[in-house]
């Protein structure tokens, strides 16, 4: 399956611990859609989403990475496929302009909330995984200028 990920999965290591080894993965974008960090996560804390906007000047950039059937399992059990997450076929766009399709968890609208921020760890992940993969300076200042909270717990990032 060739997923997008565009939340901390774009870090190869994260992802890898999730699921195994995978293959480097390539950058992409999807237009029309905006990040949002407002999926509301079991931590209380907010996860990253995509939603979408219709206008052309937004844009999602992502990183896709070919995984197996297995792997797919362990991400449906990581992601909380079907409690907050639903897997949504959508169309990329490559560095060189080619447009494929790829799938990507997309927050369901029960678990959106608007209130939520992320927990300064996992906002360090999504920039980690935008900065691995070279994307826009102006992207990565946005990720960087996202509002967030200290987690409560603070052993959880370990």
């Known amino acids: 399956m060739k997923y997008f990920t565009y939340g901390s999965n774009m870090l190869k290591a994260r992802l890898e611990e999730r ?4 293959s480097p993965g390539v ?3 999807i237009r029309a859609y905006r990040l949002r960090f407002h999926k509301k996560s079991s931590d209380d804390s907010g996860k990253c989403n995509m939603i979408y906007t219709g206008s052309q000047k937004d844009v999602v950039y992502g990183v896709v990475f070919e ?3 297995a792997q797919k ?3 449906d059990r990581a992601e909380g496929l079907g409690c907050g997450y639903d897997i949504k076929e959508i169309p990329i766009r490559l560095p060189d302009g ?4 790829a799938r990507a ?3 369901v609208s029960s678990a959106i909330d608007d209130a939520v921020v992320p927990y300064s760890w996992y906002q360090k992940l999504v920039i980690a995984g935008a900065e691995q993969h070279n994307f826009p300076g102006d992207y990565i200042a946005g990720l960087q200028a996202v509002p967030y909270a200290e987690d409560p717990k603070r052993d959880r990032k370990t």
């Open 105 to 107: 968890y997309v927050a």
């Open 98 to 101: 080619t447009e494929k399709f």
């Open 27 to 29: 950058t992409a974008s």
């Open 73 to 75: 399992c362990k991400l």
């Open 67 to 69: 995984i197996s059937e």
């Open 19 to 22: 699921v195994g080894l995978v």
